[in-house]
């Protein structure tokens, strides 16, 4: 069978918190990936340059951040968790229905800035649930929950297409650009900036026909909410709802559950039915004293997780937000509709390689050939940087290869730490700042010196995750021979003093029989 028939039995006691876990992360990836395919429409609607715009990822990104700090603290009860994740995704939807309201670039901010406490909070309390639950049959769980991100990005830009306005097109560097980038060079001698007849757009008069494809969002996300309210009527966690004892396991359940695997230990659930297994908010992280005295391998671990995720999230995030620019421009000057696709296509891509990897990574989590592949497709995307075919191919294969680096990297952090510490949250924390640092970075770098920029970035920002998760693989094998090593000699301490040899044991009990023959004797003479 391909999946453990234990794992299946877990899934099933766990079927309705799992699926509600994942339908969250569908919120999720509405949210994270509109942006790309709408930038120039919500530039034109509020009158803002490529510059201005650019901080609105900024803010969604920055709270998304404090979003993911502060996530785990809603995880010590059920309760608070369904609670979280309910207002955070009826939260998204109500950013959806008011976005073509804000006419200025301020707001927008502001809005996108809620929404990105929200994909925050939402985040770090689906990933470290399913974690907790599954700990180290996670990976497969992991895999399916980042695969409703992706198809909650898919989506959205396929909404969104149909209402793409013509008429901004007008005022980016399709129309008034006049050279075209030879070589990586002359690029950043003469670079293809995104011009505009004016420091800012003009706003448009009329409501964008981009407004429909929000609010069409906001009601294919309304479901969400309802389905995480659902689970809390069903566990009984809503003040009129009278509390009940919750469901017994029978025994074939109860035996599968308990038959763990060979090396894996089984903490006990709380009254909440958690597993807790240290994580946290970022903040009571740093604050753990069951953590003082670990080797520093172990930290160093959490931290070059972290810059693995840093980056690889970064290019995810920048390449699904400029790649629309980068089409619309020269040299490419692909029609709008058409540069559209692509945003699908690299969502489409990312959907198919996390549901391809649910039973591929059942045996095998380690993303070292994921990274290699970004890498490669990165380096010829850079290389055929005119040629109109590869950049549909490349878009393709870069969604394949980096879509399974973050759920795999957390699976395989977590299994190399024990599932102790706060290696969850700390990775979804940094993946969040690398999100945020990198989309601020190249939308800059766009500005001053054009849209080929974006992909020097993105290789060189990918050759240092490779790096980084090198070191994360040798930083593994110390950090388990310094805790092999500790472990044995904590085995030696607490094991208990050898016995006496048979021969010392005999000879007390030969003096005790001769004693007792001698008062036999006694007793009869």
Not at 26 to 44: H, M, R, V, W
Not at 66 to 89: E, R
Not at 320 to 345: D, E, R
Not at 487 to 514: D, G, I, L, Y
């Amino acid at each position: 069978m391909l999946i453990e028939e234990r794992i299946l039995t877990l899934f099933r006691r766990n079927c309705q918190h799992t699926l509600t876990y994942w339908s969250v992360f569908f919120s999720f990836g509405l949210s994270i990936a509109f942006l790309g395919p709408t930038i120039l429409d919500l530039k034109c609607q509020t009158g803002s340059t490529l510059q201005e715009i650019t901080w609105v990822f900024f803010s969604q990104q920055l709270c998304l951040l404090i979003g993911s700090s502060i996530g785990g603290a809603f995880t010590k009860t059920l309760f608070w968790a369904l609670i979280a994740l309910f207002l955070s995704s009826l939260i998204i939807s109500v950013v959806f229905a008011i976005i073509p309201l804000c006419y200025n670039v301020l707001l927008l901010a502001v809005a996108m800035a809620v929404s990105g406490l929200a994909m925050g909070i939402i985040d770090t309390i689906a990933n470290i649930q399913l974690v907790s639950i599954y700990k180290k049959d996670s990976a497969i769980f992991l895999q399916a929950l980042h695969f409703f991100i992706g198809l909650g990005a898919l989506v959205s830009p396929l909404i969104a297409d149909p209402f793409i306005s013509e008429h901004c097109l007008g005022s980016n560097s399709t129309e008034n650009a006049t050279e075209i980038i030879h070589h990586f060079r002359s690029s950043f001698r003469s670079p293809v900036i995104l011009a505009e007849n004016s420091p800012h757009s003009e706003p448009v008069e009329e409501k964008a026909n981009v407004a429909y494809a929000f609010w069409i969002m906001a009601l294919i996300n309304l479901p969400v909410p309802i389905v995480v309210f659902v689970l809390m009527y069903q566990e009984k966690l809503l003040p009129f709802c009278p509390n009940s004892t919750p469901r017994l396991l029978d025994k074939d359940e109860l035996a599968m559950e308990t038959k763990a695997p060979e090396g894996t230990e089984i903490s006990e659930p709380d009254d909440a039915g958690f597993h807790h297994g240290g994580h946290g908010n970022i903040f009571s992280c740093c604050m753990n004293g069951s953590l003082r005295g670990l080797p520093v391998t172990f930290f160093g671990i959490h931290i070059l997780g972290g810059l693995v995720l840093f980056m690889t999230e970064g290019i995810m995030g920048v390449y699904a937000g400029f790649v629309y620019t980068y089409a619309v421009s020269a040299p490419m000057s692909l029609h709008a509709k058409m540069a559209a696709y692509l945003n699908c296509i690299f969502w489409a891509a990312v959907t198919a390689g996390r549901l391809v990897s649910i039973p591929l990574f059942y045996y095998y989590t380690a993303p070292l050939l994921l990274s290699a592949g970004v890498i490669v497709t990165l380096l010829l995307l850079l290389i055929l940087y005119t040629n109109r075919v590869f950049l549909f191919v490349g878009t393709t294969l870069l969604g394949l290869f980096i879509s399974s680096v973050f759920p795999c990297l957390v699976a395989y952090t977590e299994d190399i730490l024990e599932y102790r510490g706060c290696a969850t949250t700390v990775l979804v924390t940094t993946a969040g700042m690398g999100e945020m640092t990198l989309q601020v970075l190249v939308g800059s770098l766009i500005q001053k010196k054009g849209t080929y920029s974006f992909l020097v970035c993105g290789l060189g920002t990918g050759c240092l995750g490779f790096v980084f998760f090198l070191s994360v693989i040798l930083c593994n094998r110390i950090h388990r021979n310094l805790t092999g090593a500790s472990k044995k000699a904590a085995m030696v301490e607490a094991s208990p003093a050898p016995a006496p040899p048979a021969s010392e044991k005999a000879a007390p009990e030969q003096k005790v029989a001769v004693k007792q023959t001698e008062s036999i004797k006694y007793d009869s003479g």
